[in-house]
């Protein structure tokens, strides 16, 4: 059944050995096809967000939108979506070179999860991990996305090896790993809204690894309040204590 961006649920478990947990190729049209149908059903949520949006340039596609903003859009027009895709748009030679680019940062990010890992007994709540993340790459939708219930991460990118926001790839990709991990303990138990949401994300990977990418930016989204109530790696340790003091006092 197919999913919403919204709707997450995550299953937890202790990493054992991040040494190569990460998954990456190129993606299938049956997994072209949900980044298409998932970013059609979110349209007006992301346009809200003011997220930049990628989908195929084609009347069905400006149809399946028209359906989705007067709510009759759903899992019947996904077949309609994998036929485009099969018989005019797919060319699996247009991800060749952003996989080429995601596979040279695979030891950095192993590192991160590994680091995560490490901090895991010193931790007051359970980080989420997965024993693998599969990296599927995209030509559609915004610059990534994250589904909390098999530890993937879509990607965009172009058929140059391109990337939205970011030369290295590896930004977006850590980004949803922390998404991931936070989103059924502190997402999802303390109702974080999205913006909120997002900024405790980008302080924990600016914190924790913005010295290994130094180019990570904030987003400018949330309240920069909460900034100074995560500093440093200790407080992302007692994380939920923080947000559920800062949520009671909203």
């Known amino acids: 059944m197919l999913l919403s961006l919204l709707v997450l649920v995550s299953i937890s478990c202790r990493p054992q050995d991040a040494s190569n947990r990460l998954s990456i190729g190129i993606p299938t049209i049956e997994q072209e096809a949900t980044s298409i ?15 930049q949006i990628s989908l195929p340039e084609h009347e069905l596609i400006d149809s399946l939108i028209a359906k989705s903003r007067d709510g ?11 036929q ?3 018989e005019s748009i797919f060319d699996p030679q247009d991800y060749k070179a952003a996989l080429e680019k995601v596979k040279a940062q695979r030891t950095l990010i192993n590192g991160f999860i590994q680091q995560l890992a490490v901090d895991t007994p010193n931790r007051k709540w359970e980080f989420t991990f997965f024993e693998r993340y599969e990296i599927v790459l995209t030509l559609y939708g ?3 996305s994250y589904d909390p219930d098999n530890g993937t991460v879509t990607l965009f990118t172009t058929p140059e090896g391109a990337f939205k926001n970011y030369e290295n790839p590896a930004n977006t990709i850590t980004h949803e790993i922390v998404h991931m991990g936070i989103e059924q303990p502190i997402v999802q138990k303390y109702q974080l809204p999205h913006a909120l949401k997002e900024r405790v994300v980008d302080r924990f990977v600016y914190v924790l690894f913005g010295e290994q990418l130094p180019n990570y930016k904030m987003q400018p989204m949330g ?6 109530l995560l500093k440093q790696r200790e407080d992302f340790w007692r994380l939920g204590a923080i947000m ?3 949520m009671a006092q909203k």
């Open 37 to 51: 149908w998932r970013t059609i059903n979110d349209i007006e949520f992301l346009e809200e967000q003011g997220y």
């Open 72 to 82: 009759t859009f759903g899992n019947k027009d996904f077949g309609s979506i994998q």
């Open 84 to 86: 485009l895709l099969s």
């Open 142 to 144: 915004t610059g990534g």
């Open 223 to 228: 309240n920069e309040q909460i900034d100074d």
């Open 244 to 246: 559920e003091q800062y």
